[in-house]
Structure formats: C-alpha cells, structure tokens
C-alpha cells in the first residue's frame, strides 16, 4: 500500500504572549541577566515543557494534530477565525515551524495562502509573473511554456507592462491567483483565496480547482464557503481551538460547521464573529427585518421583504464600497445574493454610520429556515463579511394561486412559468 501523500504527527504551535515586537540592546540582556540569572532557563522550560491549555503567557494555536491525506483526497479543514486553520496550512507549506511533532509531504507542493506573496509593486506584471513563479518552484522554461495561459486566465494582458503599484485590487488578485494555480503541483495547499475577486472569477477559480481534483492531485482546502467545501471536498476536519475533529464526511463536517456557527445566532451583530481584510472595529452594527406586517423575521413565500442595514465607523475605509445581503439554506449554501452593484450598478464612501435598506419585492423561497449573511466589499476585496447575521422563516403562502408550492427538497427558488 503506497504512503499518504500527507502525514500529520502530533503537530503543536505556541506563540509567546508578550514578548518584545523590537530587538532590545546589549546594554539592556546583560542588565536583565545580572537582576535575575536563571529567568531564560525558567522561560525556556515553561515553553518547552508546560502544555496546558491555561498556561497564562504561551498561546497555542495548534494542539495534538494528526491526520493522514491519502494521494486524490480532496481535505476540507473548517473552523470558525481563530480555530488554526491558516496555521496549519503554513506549517505545512514550511513557512512556520511548529513548536512539537512533524509534517511529511510526499510530492511537489503548491501552496495558496495570501495571494500575491513574492509581488513587488515596482515590477511589471510581466516582470511579476517571472519572480513569483520561481518563488512559487517554477523553472524558468516551465514560466514561459505556461506565459500565455497564466495571461489568458488573468484577464490583465492589456496591462501586463504595467508597474502592479499601478493596478486595481481585482487585478493584481487575478494575475497572482493565476500563476500559483498553473504550478502544476501534485499536492495543492490553499487558503481562503477562492473568496477573493469579483463573482465571475470566484466562478472561475472554482472551475481551475474543480480542473486540479479531476486530475487526481491531492489537496487541502480551507473556506468558510460550505457550498465550496460541498463542491470540492471528499472528506472534512472540523478545527476547534487548535484541536482537530476526526475526518468527517463531507455532510458530517458542515453539519458540524453550521452547528457551531448557531451558538454565536443570539449574540448583537457587533459581538457576532467576522472576518475582515484588515483589523478594524466592528462594521456592521444592526441588521432589522422587515415585511409589509412590520418588523418580523417570518416572511410568507413571495412575500415582500426589507432588509435594513447599519454600519459604523468606516469613514477610514477607502474605495467605492458595496453591500451584498446574501441567504444560505440550512446546509450553509447559498441561495440567493442581493447586492448594491450586481443588481442595481450602485457603491458608495464609507462614513461614520450609514444605513442602507434592501427591498425584495417578493421573496422567491421555498417555506424553510434561512441564515442571513452580510459583505461588504470594495468592489473585489471582502472588507467585512458576518455569517449568520440573521435568520428569516419562510413560511407557506399561495404563491402561484392554486394552493400548492414545491418542498425544499426539490428546488429553493419559486419562480413562474406558462405551461403550453
């Protein structure tokens, strides 16, 4: 039987809490040796040796992990900003060494974490394409052989001569996702790069890495997109605080997900978990319901819905911004997206508090429960993203008039047609 493509054994990272962010003198260690001799071997004990999770000054953002990859298996690891995730997935791609255990990659790896890693903003595209190829593993033959693909899928071939200090964000997205995905790799790492870019390239990248599973590589794959997990994935390991989940079927593991995901559901839309680009307060502030009988979260099938959004303190966020209102069914997918651009060609400036409202006129779901997700975007990038913003009950109405509508088992969207 041949070895796993990849082997996790007992992997551990601590981080210090609260050691220097700058290099102090000389002058400054030998004063601190001579006031207390034994405190680095105290320290260099407590961090080597205490590994209980109540530690005060060590932070552990892996604990114990281990699990194997078989060659073909397509792995989604899951977890709610701060289970380890991203930790992971750089220790495994020899960026960050961990502090106990050890990771075994068997096969040429390619690994998608911040897209655009290796970028200099002085180069050209063209000039960029070549740099971040080679610190990807490419060969300067293997870079030029694929030049025109990687252009191609890029979408920026007009400005490939261009300083990349001089491009929008989408661009210099696409042109950076576009050449780590043509690395041809037998093992593909990749972080949550698939929720970058405008629609359209979201849709293609998932095509690029629907392509990559189809040929049989191995990959590990990290998302907050259950539908993409659901699309992509064979097997799943939910993270927890650092710790793993057994490996999962793919219908265990966003079970698993979205049950964790309920328990923040009663928490203020301020408290609620986020992920955001850049550090930054809480953006979205209150999310209100509304249907023609007032504020309600129960909405009848067809019926007319209004959602009004409020943010504060992103007068300091740059570019021209967009509100997307997206509903995800009980599976975490999602079914429908109202968004300020994509519907109504329309962005706007940050400011100290806004409040936007988004009417349906009438809401075309199947009776069920669905959660509430709201992202503010600035066109390409994701500023701020809250999943599980809300929830809204769909409930039975006679929405084409002879008493009977299909269940959510069959379809999600109630839309007209004439039957001739």
């Known amino acids: 039987m041949s070895k796993p493509a990849i082997s996790v054994e007992n992997i551990c990272k601590a981080y210090r809490i609260g050691l220097a962010t700058k290099p102090e003198s000389l002058k400054h260690h030998a004063q601190q040796f001579l006031r207390n001799p034994l405190g680095p ?3 260099l004990r407590k961090f080597n040796e205490d590994y209980s999770d109540d530690a005060e000054d060590i932070y552990w953002a892996l604990k114990d992990v281990s699990f194997d990859v078989q060659r073909g298996e397509v792995l989604g690891l899951i977890g709610r900003n701060g289970a380890g995730k991203s930790t992971l997935l750089k220790v495994l791609s020899r960026i960050v060494e961990p502090t106990s255990g050890r990771a075994v990659m068997r096969g040429r790896v390619s690994s998608l974490l911040e897209v655009g890693t290796g970028f200099h903003p002085e180069l050209t595209g063209r000039e960029n394409v070549y740099l ?6 490419m060969r300067r033959e293997e870079i030029k052989r694929k030049f025109d693909q990687i252009v191609e899928f890029s979408e920026v071939g007009k400005f490939l001569d261009t300083q990349v ?3 929008s964000s989408g661009m210099y997205v696409r042109l950076a996702f576009s050449v780590a995905a043509h690395l041809d790799p037998e093992i593909m790492i990749v972080d949550e790069v698939l ?3 405008d629609q ?3 849709q293609k990248c998932l095509g690029k890495m629907n392509d990559v599973v189809k040929q049989g590589r191995t990959v590990v794959f990290v998302s907050h997109s259950m539908d993409a997990v659901a699309s992509l994935c064979t097997t799943v390991i939910h993270m927890k605080k650092g ?7 793919m219908e265990e593991g966003v079970r698993s997900y979205l049950d964790e995901a309920s328990a923040s559901d009663n928490l203020p839309l301020d408290k609620k978990p986020r992920s955001q680009s850049q550090p930054h307060d809480p953006i979205f502030h209150k999310l209100a319901i509304r249907s023609d009988a007032g504020e309600s979260i129960t909405v009848p099938a067809g019926g007319r819905v209004f959602f009004d959004v409020t943010m504060k303190n992103f007068a300091d966020v740059p570019g ?7 509903l995800s069914n009980s ?3 999602r079914v429908v997206l109202f968004h300020t651009e994509y519907q109504q060609g329309r962005t706007f400036k940050g400011a100290d508090e806004m409040t936007l409202t988004c009417e349906v006129p009438s809401l075309p779901l199947v009776p069920g429960s669905y959660s509430v997700d709201l992202v503010l975007g600035d066109g390409f990038t994701m500023v701020e993203r809250v999943e599980r913003a809300g929830a809204i009950e769909v409930i039975y109405d006679d929405y084409f008039g002879h008493g009977k509508l299909p269940n959510n088992k069959s379809t999600t969207l109630l839309l007209p047609c004439a039957w001739n």
């Open 132 to 137: 971040n190829g080679a610190i990807l593993g």
């Open 243 to 249: 710790r793993p989940s057994a490996k999962l079927s």
């Open 200 to 202: 359209a390239f979201q």
């Open 331 to 333: 599976r975490g997918q």
């Open 165 to 167: 200090k001089r491009y």
């Open 41 to 43: 071997l105290k320290n």
């Open 320 to 326: 021209n911004l967009t509100l997307g209102v997206g």
């Open 195 to 197: 929720a970058v870019g």
